[in-house]
């Protein structure tokens, strides 16, 4: 099994950059692609950025030029550079892979965008 764990979660006001940071425990020779995904209140959990295993990146309209996805996996991680945030970016972050055995999912975090 994949165990993921999220930081890097905050209040940012508008404009602001924020750099999320996801590591992958146990048997992470079983990950495929792995990506951010957000949560606002009241609504569904999307895609926002995922990352093959072979580095190739891709990114939901709302958040290309913004967001960049980062992955190393010499160090089992994947990375999230968010910048210009705006208000409706405000939502929890869940890191999640795409293993052998289904999803994985981090706890999340909480990114807060707000003056």
């Known amino acids: 099994q994949v165990m993921l764990e999220e930081s890097g979660g905050g209040l940012v006001q508008p404009g602001g950059s924020l750099r999320l940071s996801c590591v992958a425990s146990?048997?992470?020779?079983?990950?495929?692609?792995m990506g951010w995904y957000r949560q606002a209140p009241g609504l569904q959990r999307d895609m926002v950025a995922q990352?093959?295993?072979?580095?190739?990146?891709s990114y939901a309209d709302s958040v290309k030029g913004r967001f960049a996805i980062f992955r190393d996996n010499d160090r089992n991680t994947v990375d999230l550079q968010m910048n210009s945030l705006k208000p409706e970016d405000t939502a929890i972050y869940y890191c999640?892979?795409?293993?052998?055995?289904?999803?994985?999912w981090g706890q999340g975090t909480q990114v807060t965008v707000s003056s």
């Open positions: 999640n892979a795409d293993t052998v055995w289904g999803p994985s």
């Open positions: 146990g048997s992470h020779f079983s990950i495929h692609a």
């Open positions: 990352i093959s295993s072979m580095g190739t990146p």
